[in-house]
Each structure stands twice: as C-alpha cells, then as structure tokens.
C-alpha cells in the first residue's frame, strides 16, 4: 500500500489529504491512525483500489506518523449472473 500526505494549509478549515494506493487489489477494509491514534474521518474503501481522507484534526509544525491498516482482496467471485438476453417474463405496462 501507498500512502500520500499532503499538507492544504490554506484550505478552511487546514488539513492534510491522505491519498491510499493499494497497488491494485480492492480495499476491504482500512484503518488510519496518526501517532497510534484513529483519525475522526476514516476513508470510504468497499471495492476501490484508490482512496482519500482528509485529516482536519493533526497539528500543523509538528511531526507526525500516519499508519494504516487492513485487508485487500484481489479476486471477488460471481453470485449472480444475468445474460439478459430474454424480457420475455417481464411484465410490461404503467403501474400507478
């Protein structure tokens, strides 16, 4: 996984982009944590193999450490398949 911080000090309110790359596999799930602590805005991660939070809470001068932390899955299986070749059982017409 690749992580991009990138400060926006002048955004308002100022924060820090974090941009995720899991180098191909789908994200499952994702944790981020500054100093060993979850950030407030976690990323939206179901099925994406890239994302991006925001931190609005870490302290501008001041070094920090961000980790993350989950699972990737780089094959999903098919539950239902339909060809739609035939609406032949559909039901047509106007429904009030």
């Known amino acids: ?10 955004n308002v309110p100022p ?3 974090l941009d995720f790359d899991s180098e191909g596999d789908e994200f499952l799930e994702l944790s981020v944590m ?3 602590r979850p950030i407030r805005q976690q990323p939206a991660v179901l099925g994406l193999t890239e994302t991006h939070t925001y931190d609005y809470e ?7 450490t961000y980790t993350a932390s989950g699972t ?6 098919a ?7 035939s609406l032949t059982n559909w039901a047509t017409g106007y429904f009030a």
Do not use: C, K, Y
């Open 34 to 36: 500054r100093d060993g």
């Open 58 to 64: 870490a302290p501008f001068g001041v070094p920090v």
């Open 79 to 85: 539950v239902h398949t339909e060809t739609w070749a």
């Open 1 to 10: 996984m690749i992580i991009t911080a990138t400060p926006e000090p002048l």
């Open 72 to 77: 990737t899955s780089s094959s999903w299986t």
């Open 15 to 17: 924060r820090i982009r």
